[in-house]
Nanobody
């Protein structure tokens, strides 16, 4: 079993940056692809980014391509999301999730961290 805890959310002005982290418990972190999803107010959950088990492959949602970067450190059991050039429409609760492959239905979810971007 994998437990996931996100951190790094907060309030930022448009154009600013934030880095989210997702700390995983257990020794099986490297066995999973990892993903970031988000859910904004009144919106459906949206795929943001995913990274393969080794970190060699990544994928991004169209709305964040070129602005967000997903990385992972398997030695530290930690997933990251660097978010640059933030926009008000990026406001959402961000969740990390572990899955067998990038973007597949998640086996495990974190509790989420709020990101609010002011205009």
């Amino acid at each position: 079993q994998v437990q996931l805890v996100e951190s790094g959310g907060g309030l930022v002005q448009a154009g600013g940056s934030l880095r989210l982290s997702c700390a995983a418990s257990g020794r099986t972190f490297s066995m999973y692809a990892m993903n970031w999803f988000r859910q904004g107010p009144g919106k459906e959950r949206e795929f943001v980014a995913g990274i393969s088990r080794s970190g060699g492959d990544t994928a991004y949602g169209d709305s964040v391509k070129g602005r967000f970067t997903i990385t992972r450190d398997n030695r530290k059991n930690t997933l990251y999301l660097q978010m640059n050039s933030l926009k008000p429409e990026d406001t959402a609760v961000y969740y990390c999730a572990a899955s067998l492959q990038i973007g597949m239905p998640a086996n495990y979810w974190g509790q989420g961290t709020q990101v609010t971007v002011s205009s």
